[in-house]
C-alpha cells in the first residue's frame, strides 16, 4: 500500500503544528520517547524531525513532505517544491523576522560598518551568502544559543537572530541594524514526490485542508434574529465574507441572519447590533473556512 511519509517538526512549530493538524482532521498522537507519531490515517507515516533539518530530509527522499520554516529551506539551500505558506504561531499570526542586531551603543550603523568584524548566529549559510553577496567581508560563527548574551558580553561585534515585534531586543540592550529576512512556516514537499499523482492529490487535499483551518482561526460565525423593517440598516453594518445568509423565521415579521467575521471585530459588532435592533446573537467558532 501506497504511503505519503510526513515530517513533523520537532521543536518550537511541533505544538502548533500537531494543533493545526488536529483542526484539519487528523489526529496525531506523539509520546516523548517515540520519533514515530501515530495519526489517524493509514496513508500517512509520519516521523519527528528538527525543523532545522527538514528541508534536507525532504530534498533527499526521506520524507516525501514536511513543515518547516522558510528560513531553514534557504540556510539549507534546500530544492523542494513548495505546496502551500502557512502562517501561524501559537501566539500570533505575524511571520518571524530575522535581523542583524548590534549594542545600543555601538558604531554600527549600517551593514558597510561591519567589515572585518564577527557576526554570531544559528543561521550561518544564509548570513555568509548575505554578506558575500554586498561584497562585505565578515566572519561568521555558528551560535548555539544565548545568542543576544554573546553580543552584549563583546563575544561578537554583532548578532543575526530571530524576532516578531524585536520588544525582546530593545530589552536587552539591542538595537536593529536591518532585516535580512521575513520567514514564515511553509508545507513543502519532494520534488519527485510531487510528480507522483496519487502522493500529489494526497498532498493538495492536505495543503486545502490546512489552508481552510488556519484561515478559520482568525474568524468566527455570527447567527442573529433581526426585524424585517430593520434588515438594510443591519446588513450596512455587517462584514462578510462575501454576502450574509438571510433567511425568514416560521409566520413571523423576524429573519434569522447569520455570517462570518474577524475575530477582532466582535467586540465592537455585538453592542452595536443590539441597538440597532438584532436579537439573539451566537458567536460560534469554526474547524474550517474553505
Given amino acids: 500500500m501506497k504511503q505519503l511519509k510526513l515530517g513533523i517538526p520537532k521543536g518550537s512549530l511541533q505544538e502548533s503544528t500537531i494543533r493545526l493538524f488536529q483542526?484539519?482532521?487528523?489526529?496525531?498522537?506523539?509520546?516523548?520517547?517515540n520519533y514515530f507519531p501515530e495519526?489517524?490515517?493509514?496513508?500517512?507515516?509520519?516521523?519527528?524531525?528538527?525543523?532545522?533539518?527538514?528541508?534536507?530530509?525532504?530534498?533527499?527522499?526521506?520524507?516525501?513532505?514536511?513543515?518547516?520554516?522558510?528560513?531553514?529551506?534557504?540556510?539549507?539551500?534546500?530544492?523542494?517544491?513548495?505546496?502551500?505558506?502557512?502562517?501561524?504561531?501559537?501566539?500570533s499570526q505575524r511571520p518571524a523576522r530575522w535581523v542583524l542586531a548590534v549594542p545600543m551603543d555601538s558604531p554600527v550603523q549600517c551593514e558597510k560598518d561591519l567589515e572585518g568584524k564577527k557576526i554570531a548566529t544559528e543561521l550561518v549559510n544564509f548570513t555568509r551568502r548575505h554578506f558575500e553577496s554586498k561584497g562585505i567581508k565578515v566572519e561568521v560563527e555558528f551560535s548555539w544559543g544565548a545568542t543576544e548574551a554573546k553580543v552584549i558580553s563583546g563575544l561578537c561585534d554583532a548578532i543575526v537572530e530571530v524576532?516578531?515585534?524585536?520588544?525582546?531586543?530593545?530589552?536587552?540592550?539591542?538595537?536593529?541594524?536591518?532585516?535580512?529576512?521575513?520567514?514564515?512556516t511553509q508545507f513543502i514537499a519532494n520534488i519527485?514526490?510531487?510528480?507522483?499523482?496519487?502522493?500529489r492529490e494526497k498532498l493538495e487535499r492536505i495543503s486545502l485542508l490546512l489552508q481552510g483551518a488556519l484561515r478559520a482561526e482568525g474568524l468566527v460565525g455570527l447567527k442573529m434574529n433581526v426585524p424585517k423593517a430593520l434588515i438594510e440598516e443591519i446588513i450596512n453594518i455587517l462584514p462578510s465574507l462575501h454576502a450574509p445568509t438571510i433567511a425568514g423565521l416560521y409566520q413571523s415579521d423576524w429573519l434569522s441572519v447569520e455570517t462570518v467575521v474577524s475575530k477582532n471585530q466582535v467586540r465592537e459588532l455585538i453592542p452595536v447590533l443590539i441597538k440597532k435592533g438584532a436579537e439573539g446573537i451566537i458567536e460560534y467558532t469554526l474547524n474550517k473556512v474553505i
Fill in 39 to 91: 495519526i489517524n490515517d493509514p496513508d500517512i507515516g509520519c516521523s519527528i524531525c528538527r525543523a532545522q533539518e527538514m528541508s534536507r530530509y525532504v530534498e533527499s527522499g526521506t520524507f516525501d513532505a514536511g513543515l518547516t520554516g522558510r528560513d531553514w529551506i534557504m540556510e539549507n539551500d534546500s530544492t523542494i517544491h513548495v505546496v502551500a505558506d502557512l502562517v501561524y504561531s501559537k501566539v
Fill in 163 to 184: 524576532t516578531e515585534t524585536g520588544s525582546t531586543m530593545r530589552a536587552n540592550g539591542l538595537r536593529i541594524v536591518d532585516e535580512l529576512m521575513e520567514s514564515n
Fill in 192 to 199: 519527485e514526490a510531487w510528480k507522483d499523482p496519487w502522493k
Fill in 23 to 33: 483542526q484539519s482532521g487528523w489526529k496525531i498522537s506523539l509520546s516523548e520517547r
